[in-house]
């Protein structure tokens, strides 16, 4: 895996919880769709699942996320964790 994807995916991943903290929701969508479409190709799976999972309770642009939302993106960063030898 290259250096640069590992690098944007966590970038990405500490964005996207700063936006949602912030109630940018819109940011934090547009961050874990960019997480799923770097982490698949590479192979991490289990964080390319975890975004998508992430993107469906965030729900389409301004709506409310469901029940859940915030357990999901500690699964993405647990995911992240796991992959890059965190957790």
């Known amino acids: 895996m290259a250096t640069y994807t590992m690098g944007d995916i ?3 991943a500490v964005t ?4 949602a ?3 940018d929701l819109d940011e934090s969508r547009r961050r874990a769709r960019r997480i799923a479409f ?3 190709p590479e192979g991490l799976t289990g964080i390319a699942e975890a975004a998508n999972v992430l993107l469906c309770l965030l729900g389409p642009s301004g709506t409310e996320p ?4 915030g357990a999901a993106m500690v ?3 647990t995911e992240i964790d796991r992959a890059f030898g965190e957790g």
């Open 66 to 69: 469901r029940p859940g939302f």
């Open 75 to 77: 699964a993405v960063s």
């Open 21 to 23: 903290v912030c109630g």
């Open 10 to 12: 966590i970038v990405d």
């Open 38 to 40: 770097l982490a698949a």
């Open 16 to 19: 996207m919880n700063e936006a």
